[in-house]
C-alpha cells in the first residue's frame, strides 16, 4: 500500500505560481510512476501530468504544456508539480496518483485526497 498526501494548494491570482507536492508513505514508490490529475469545478477529474519511476519520460496535457513541470525526488518519496502562468480555467482539486505500472499505462492504483488550487482573475 501506497499513502499518498498532496499539500501546497492555495488561492493565487492570474500570471501567478504554485508548487504541489506529494508525499508518499507505505511501501517506497520509487519504483512506480506518478501522475497529476485535476477536477475542475463541475467537470470530470482530467490528466495534468505523469512522470516515469526514473523521470526519463514525462507527459503533459496539452493545456499544461510549458506552463507546469512535473518531477520527483525518490529520496524524499515525494513528487511535485510547479504550476506558473496560472490561469483562471486552471481552478481545479488536484490530485496526485502512483501505480507500479508502466508510464504507457492508464491504470493508477493509489490516490491522495486532493488540495483545491483556485485561480482568481
Known amino acids: 500500500q501506497v499513502q499518498l498526501v498532496e499539500s501546497g494548494g492555495g488561492l493565487v491570482q492570474a500570471g501567478d505560481s504554485l508548487r504541489l507536492s506529494c508525499a508518499a508513505s507505505?511501501?517506497?514508490?520509487?519504483?512506480?510512476?506518478m501522475g497529476w490529475f485535476r477536477q475542475p469545478p463541475g467537470k470530470e477529474r482530467e490528466f495534468v501530468a505523469a512522470?516515469?519511476?526514473?523521470?526519463?519520460?514525462?507527459y503533459y496535457a496539452d493545456s499544461v504544456k510549458g506552463r507546469f513541470t512535473i518531477s520527483r525526488d525518490n529520496a524524499k518519496n515525494t513528487g511535485y508539480l510547479q504550476m506558473n502562468s496560472l490561469k483562471p480555467e486552471d481552478t481545479a482539486v488536484y490530485y496526485c496518483?502512483?501505480?507500479?505500472?508502466?508510464?504507457?499505462?492508464?491504470?493508477?492504483?493509489?490516490w491522495g485526497q486532493g488540495t483545491q488550487v483556485t485561480v482568481s482573475s
Open positions: 507505505g511501501r517506497t514508490f520509487s519504483g512506480y510512476k
Open positions: 512522470v516515469s519511476w526514473d523521470q526519463a519520460t514525462t
Open positions: 496518483a502512483a501505480d507500479p505500472s508502466g508510464i504507457t499505462g492508464r491504470k493508477y492504483s493509489y
